[in-house]
């Protein structure tokens, strides 16, 4: 899944959105106002850019606590996924998901 752009997107809206505060006349609200937008900025640009990913190369099977990581559903990365009852399956010849789909019908 590629949410880069989303995530990005959603966090400069909500700095925009929370840069309405550094306008106020309270001290208070102008402050609290910073400390949103520069949280949230860090929060989009820094940690799950950078720290998230990194984190879970050093956590590795850790990442999947308590359990361990389920099987992989396809035999492709990207491309066109077909869904029927529930089940989504790739778009090859034949799969296991093929079967269990043929056989249900």
Not at 10 to 15: K, N, R, T
């Given at each position: 899944l590629k949410?880069?752009?989303?995530?990005?997107?959603?966090?400069?809206?909500?700095s925009?959105?929370?840069s309405?505060?550094?306008?106020s006349?309270?001290?208070f609200?102008?402050?609290f106002?910073?400390?949103?937008?520069?949280?949230?900025?860090?929060?989009?640009?820094?940690v799950?850019?950078v720290?998230v990913?990194a984190?879970?190369?050093?956590?590795?099977?850790?990442?999947?606590?308590?359990?361990?990581?389920?099987?992989?559903i396809?035999d492709v990365?990207e491309?066109e996924?077909?869904?029927?009852?529930?089940?989504?399956?790739p778009i090859l010849?034949?799969?296991?998901?093929?079967?269990?789909?043929?056989g249900?019908?």
């Amino acid at each position: 899944l590629k949410t880069g752009d989303v995530i990005s997107g959603a966090g400069l809206i909500m700095s925009l959105a929370f840069s309405g505060l550094i306008f106020s006349d309270k001290i208070f609200f102008q402050q609290f106002g910073v400390l949103i937008i520069t949280s949230v900025l860090l929060d989009t640009f820094v940690v799950r850019t950078v720290l998230v990913p990194a984190l879970m190369l050093i956590a590795q099977h850790w990442n999947w606590w308590p359990r361990s990581m389920p099987p992989p559903i396809h035999d492709v990365l990207e491309g066109e996924v077909e869904s029927c009852g529930g089940l989504s399956r790739p778009i090859l010849a034949q799969t296991s998901l093929d079967r269990m789909w043929q056989g249900a019908h």
